[in-house]
DNA sequence: CGAGAACGCGCG
DNA sequence: AAAGCGCGCGTTCTCG
């Protein structure tokens, strides 16, 4: 039985090429939403089954089987404009039958007016046209060759509810959240050439490191397990097992500093924690195993999160990539995410058990070509300065060294960057300037440093004077935030849902964050832009991925000098869209490489 | 059996 | 109020 309300609209089904045309030709070069019904996920593998098309003149099905195939008229909806959700989706399928018509994505404006965030059409529409949507007919058989009633009907109104909530979210923005929305939306097809280029693993290389994980890893089990039987903890990934044996055995001026968990009040299994409760206990059999069962959960980390299952997709990839998602504004503050796999969260190069380990090594460039990187140095703290207003941090930036500067009033004497012990001051006082950009207070400070409160208020205090502007910036963004009823205005135009009375430190920190992705994100509509003419030029040259304030291409060999500069142009350009008036110098840094692990700096 | 909470940890 | 921001994901465990 179908549900129609009596008010609702009368959508046509076009069955017929003339009637395509029709259709096409009363939207004009106008605007219209669109939804696709399709008979698998990629184009590789299905067919366009159905678009539904709606705006105030025109709402129609157009049955592509009945017309026969959406290929052959995918150019003829490049005149208009489409107003998609999730118009990645509907974008791959028309580039997949060549054609490129204009979509915007109407999740991106929503993103621009409430900041951003994952949802669906279905919460979309409860939220801006509160309409509770049935998607019972979503995972249905598209390729049956007569489609029920009610499949048309559930697939028309996917394409009426997308036009009305476009209609609702345009009549709440302004040309800011325009602004905005071109830059969130802009950057569709860069993203799209990013995940189908993917990077390529190495599967050799990679195995063999993970073969060395798993040799470490059952060597720690060993140990752990001459300690703690498997009568008394079954399973030693069980942070609960693990906190009912030691809350058991465990004297009770131990158990008193042993640090808990938030929700369960159980002893916490954080590695920091085993190791700070393992000090207690300084020189004992038991500091060693707290010490094996933390080195043991790193391993373990490792292995489930970066080991046999990249393998594993790339092994399922005919070319042996790896193509991860790049989610759009997915963050509040519309940074991107990446799922599937997250490869913004792959390990930096580091010491892991007496041996430099770099798991980004196994994401090579394949034969005859170079991975090419750069990255917004400092961005956080610059754009910071900038929104503030701060010359001092702006001048320490630039023309000094911030952390320097911050570690030589906690070492209460000048540093020298040469120096080794000066060094490490200076990677201390980088966590300070960091978590003063989080908002950080002093109590978090002293927790996190591992130092008394009076010293840690001492090194806030130290940040506020020296930075006053850059310290003041979360007051006015937080009475902004009370004075609006909880929204803020960035610095792309955009504005921010943040709570009837957000946070102090939500108010340090979400302006930052979406500054620099909003340079981000003009960058990388740039260097598309780019890299699609330098490819009609016939050089080899594709976006591979995204990491917040990184970029990286793959480069034919001869052309990685050329992509270089592009990239850094492109950079450089974006930062001076947002900011127009803003110094450059020390901009961006990185290099090229024969893989993300090693990226020769070359001086851009 | 599956969904979701809790914990923990990788990244910027 | 929420205790330093933002993510995604693997594992364990509980709940219905």
């Not at 598209?142 to 697939?155: G, K, V």
């Not at 490792?302 to 594993?312: A, H, M, Q, R």
């Not at 490869?343 to 798991?359: A, C, H, M, T």
């Not at 930052?512 to 960058?523: D, E």
């Amino acid at each position: 039985m179908i549900q129609y309300d009596t008010n609702e609209r009368q959508f046509e089904v076009i069955t017929t090429l003339d009637g395509l045309e029709d259709l096409l030709d009363k939207i004009g070069d106008g605007v219209a939403a669109l939804d696709f019904e399709t008979t698998s996920f990629t184009p590789q593998t299905g067919e366009v089954r159905l678009a539904q098309v709606c705006n105030k003149d025109v709402y129609a099905v157009i049955d592509f089987f009945a017309i026969g195939g959406f290929a052959s008229v995918a150019k003829w909806f490049e005149d208009a404009a489409w107003i998609v959700f999730h118009a990645g989706f509907e974008l791959r399928w028309f580039q997949y039958a060549g054609a490129n018509p204009t979509c915007w994505d109407v999740g991106h404006l929503r993103r621009a007016i409430e900041g951003g965030g994952h949802f669906t059409l279905k919460k979309l529409v409860g939220w801006e046209l509160g309409i509770e949507m049935s998607k019972e007919q979503q995972a249905s058989n598209w390729s049956a060759p007569e489609l029920s009633d009610e499949q048309l009907l559930y697939a028309a109104r996917d394409a009426l509810y997308t036009w009305d909530a476009w209609e609702k979210l345009k009549k709440r923005s302004d040309a800011g959240h325009m602004r905005a929305f071109n830059l969130l939306d802009g950057m569709l097809t860069a993203v799209i050439e990013m995940e189908e280029t993917g990077l390529v693993l190495d599967r050799s290389v990679h195995q063999d490191l993970v073969d060395k994980w798993e040799l470490l890893a059952v060597d720690r089990e060993a140990e752990v397990r001459k300690m703690i039987t498997e009568d008394e903890v079954a399973n030693l990934n069980s942070g609960k097992q693990l906190s009912d044996f030691f809350s058991k055995i465990m004297p009770d001026h131990i158990l008193e500093a042993w640090p808990r968990t938030e929700k369960t009040g159980a002893l916490s299994t954080a590695n920091d924690d085993l190791k700070q409760v393992g000090a207690l206990v300084h020189g004992t059999p038991l500091q060693d195993t707290l010490i094996l069962l933390s080195e043991r959960s790193t391993l373990q980390k490792y292995i489930s999160s970066f080991g046999t299952g990249l393998i594993t997709r790339a092994t399922m990839d005919p070319n042996r990539r790896v193509h991860a998602r790049y989610n759009i504004a997915a963050a509040i503050t519309c940074r991107f995410s990446s799922s599937a796999p997250n490869l913004q969260q792959i390990p930096r190069d580091r010491d892991f058990f007496g041996e430099r380990l770099s798991v980004r090594r196994s994401f090579i460039a394949p034969e005859g070509k170079q991975l090419v990187s750069l990255d917004y140095s400092g961005i956080e703290l610059r754009v910071l300065a900038l929104l503030s207003g701060d010359e001092q941090l702006l001048d320490d930036m630039i023309n000094g060294d911030v952390h320097l500067e911050v570690g030589s009033h906690m070492a209460g004497r000048k540093l020298d960057k040469k120096i080794t012990a000066d060094k490490e001051i200076r990677q201390s006082a980088k966590g300070v300037s960091f978590g003063i950009v989080y908002g950080i207070t002093a109590l978090g400070l002293s927790a996190a440093m591992k130092r008394s409160y009076e010293e840690a208020q001492s090194y806030i205090d130290f940040w506020a004077s020296r930075y006053s502007k850059a310290f003041a910036f979360r007051d006015a963004v937080q009475t902004e935030a009370f004075d609006t009823g909880g929204y803020i205005r960035v610095i792309d135009g955009g504005t921010i849902w943040m709570g009837k009375r957000p946070s102090i430190t939500k108010c340090a920190n979400y302006p930052v964050q979406r500054a620099a992705l909003s340079i981000m994100a003009s960058a990388i509509i740039r260097h598309h832009e780019t890299v699609v003419d330098l490819r009609s030029h016939g050089r080899d040259i594709r976006m591979a991925s995204t990491i917040h304030d990184a970029l990286i291409d793959e480069v034919a060999q001869a052309d990685a000098q050329a992509a270089l500069l592009a990239m850094k142009a492109d950079m450089v350009g974006g930062y001076k869209d947002i900011f127009p008036h803003a110094p450059t110098d020390r901009l961006v840094e990185g290099g090229i490489g024969p893989n993300w692990g090693q990226l020769e700096d070359v001086e851009v």
